[in-house]
């Protein structure tokens, strides 16, 4: 069975930081792109980085530039996203999910047709709050 579970969110400071995991069952990291995206209330889902899954390219949205890390450990089947210098806006709930990775610099990651395979997790819920 397919499946995703993404945990490390919490609430820190604007400046702080914070480490989420997506311990993925079900497929192998060799097979799939998987994407972090966030959601914040009221708001689309939107894509924020994705990892290749042959060559480990990274792709991130421009907000995060800079500040997010992505990165994958295969012997754990798991997927990190490193969140430095966190900001209000980056508030939201976090999830993870098998994608598409972009095809080319000029394209987003977007939702559409993501899941690839399985479902959404549940997320983890991220605030950034003074």
């Known amino acids: 069975q397919v499946r995703v579970v993404e945990s490390g969110g919490g609430s820190v400071q604007p400046g702080g930081s914070l480490r989420l995991s997506c311990v993925a069952s079900?497929?192998?990291?060799?097979?799939?792109?998987v994407g972090w995206f966030r959601q914040a209330p009221g708001k689309e889902r939107e894509g924020v980085s994705c990892?290749?899954?042959?060559?480990?390219?990274?792709y991130y949205v421009d907000s995060v530039k800079g500040r997010f890390t992505i990165s994958s450990d295969k012997s754990k089947n798991t997927v990190y996203l490193q969140m430095n210098k966190l900001k209000p806006e980056d508030t939201a709930v976090y999830y993870c999910?098998?994608?598409?990775?972009?095809?080319?610099?000029?394209?987003?990651?977007?939702?559409?047709?993501?899941?690839?395979?399985?479902?959404w997790g549940e997320g983890t819920q991220v605030t950034v709050s003074s």
């Open positions: 999910a098998t994608t598409r990775f972009p095809a080319s610099t000029a394209e987003r990651l977007t939702v559409a047709g993501t899941p690839r395979v399985g479902s």
């Open positions: 079900g497929f192998s990291l060799d097979w799939y792109a």
């Open positions: 990892i290749s899954p042959d060559d480990g390219r990274t």
